[in-house]
């Protein structure tokens, strides 16, 4: 994971302090497409792209191998508000947080793709409730 920080922060053309929220989704949407998918299974990979935009904002995409085998098929969802002390939902409220849209491409049982808009030059929430 830290190659793919490393990579992001390097990549992304802007001044290493604007580079936060960058790292943080980058790491967020890579760790869910291991966790979740056959990527983080013996032979697995995952895809990350990162693309400048127009108006100052980097779209990072990361791509999986799909849904492990035996798995019921699933996409990103947030969870509720209320629900603090779900185990998993956690990282999608950091990407909602810190990006300016996030979304997923695929078809069920095909590889998904996650992405995020970030706009590095926009102030970083204080809290998780700010």
């Known amino acids: 994971m ?3 920080r490393s990579w992001c922060q390097h990549g992304a053309r802007v001044p290493a ?3 936060f929220a960058l790292v943080i989704v980058v790491s967020e949407l890579a760790t869910n497409a291991l966790t979740h998918s056959a ?3 013996a032979g697995g ?5 990162m693309e400048a935009l127009a108006v100052r904002l980097i779209r990072i995409a990361v791509t999986d191998d799909g849904p492990r085998p ?3 098929i699933r996409f990103p969802t947030l969870p509720s508000e209320g629900d603090a002390l779900t185990v998993c939902g956690r990282g ?3 990407v909602e947080r810190l990006s300016t849209t996030w979304g997923w491409e695929g078809e069920p049982g095909r590889p998904l793709t996650v992405w995020a808009h970030i706009d590095p030059y926009a ?3 204080e809290t998780a409730e700010a």
Do not use: K
């Open 70 to 72: 035996g798995q019921p």
């Open 45 to 49: 990979h995952i895809c990350v792209e």
């Open 17 to 19: 302090n604007r580079t």
């Open 123 to 125: 102030p970083v929430p």
């Open 39 to 41: 990527s983080g299974l």
């Open 92 to 94: 999608l409220r950091l």
């Open 2 to 4: 830290a190659q793919i």
